[in-house]
Nanobody, 123 residues
């Protein structure tokens, strides 16, 4: 099992950038692909992007392509989501999650979730 804690959320104007972090306290972090999901008010949780075990490969959802970059630093037990050209529709709670599968965008395949961090993009 791995416990995840997100940070880095906040309010940013449209067109701005933000970097989210997902920190794990266990060194087993490197054993699991990690993903970011988001949930906007009144909507279902949706897949954003996933990174493989070593950060060599990524799987990016349509909403994130060309704007968001997922990465990880296993030496620091941390994954990141760098978001650029933010839009008001990117407003959501962003969650990181761990799985044993890659690639997968199915939330049911993820066994550990953080508490989420709120990103608000103002117009």
């Amino acid at each position: 099992q791995v416990q995840l804690v997100e940070s880095g959320g906040g309010t940013v104007p449209a067109g701005g950038s933000l970097r989210l972090s997902c920190a794990a306290s266990e060194s087993t972090f490197k054993d699991y692909p990690v993903a970011w999901f988001r949930q906007a008010p009144g909507k279902e949780r949706s897949f954003v992007a996933q990174v493989d075990y070593h950060g060599d490969a990524t799987y990016v959802g349509n909403a994130a392509k060309g704007r968001f970059t997922i990465s990880r630093d296993n030496a620091k037990n941390t994954a990141f989501l760098h978001m650029t050209s933010l839009k008001p529709e990117d407003t959501a709670v962003y969650y990181c999650a761990a799985t044993r599968k890659y690639p997968t965008s199915n939330a049911q395949n993820y066994f550990s979730w953080g508490q989420g961090t709120l990103v608000t993009v103002s117009s």
